[in-house]
C-alpha cells in the first residue's frame, strides 16, 4: 500500500509565513506528478500548486508569487511555502500524488493525504 502524511499546518497571522509538507511511503515504484490542494468552509476542494516528475511547476493564479512548491525526490516528499498568507488562504490543505505502486505489477494510482488545516487569523 502507499501513504502520504502532511505536516506542518497550524496558525499563522496575516503576512505570515509557513511551510506544510507530504511524504509518500508504502511500496512505491515511481511517483510521478505531486501536488498541493486546498478546501475551505463551504467550497470546492481547488488545486494550489503541482510539480512534475521532471520539475514542471504549475500554480493557481491567486497563489503566484506567494507560494513555492518543492520536492525532494530522494524522500518522496514535497513541499509548500507560503508567504505573505491571506485570511483567503484558510483551509484544509491536501496533499496528492499520482503513484505506480509495486503489488506484483506495477499499478498506477491517484493518491491522497488525509489533509493539514492552514488558519491564517490574526
Known amino acids: 500500500q502507499v501513504q502520504l502524511v502532511e505536516s506542518g499546518g497550524g496558525l499563522v497571522q496575516p503576512g505570515g509565513s509557513l511551510t506544510i509538507s507530504c511524504a509518500a511511503s508504502g511500496s512505491i515504484f515511481r511517483i510521478n506528478a505531486m501536488g498541493w490542494y486546498r478546501q475551505a468552509p463551504g467550497k470546492q476542494r481547488e488545486l494550489v500548486a503541482t510539480i512534475g516528475s521532471d520539475g514542471e511547476r504549475n500554480y493557481a493564479d491567486s497563489v503566484k508569487g506567494r507560494f513555492t512548491i518543492s520536492r525532494d525526490y530522494a524522500k518522496n516528499t514535497v513541499y509548500l511555502q507560503m508567504n505573505s498568507l491571506k485570511p483567503e488562504d484558510t483551509a484544509v490543505y491536501y496533499c496528492?500524488?499520482?503513484?505506480?505502486?509495486?503489488?506484483?505489477?506495477?499499478?498506477?494510482?491517484?493518491?491522497w493525504g488525509q489533509g493539514t488545516q492552514v488558519t491564517v487569523s490574526s
Open positions: 496528492n500524488a499520482d503513484i505506480i505502486r509495486r503489488s506484483g505489477l506495477l499499478l498506477s494510482g491517484d493518491y
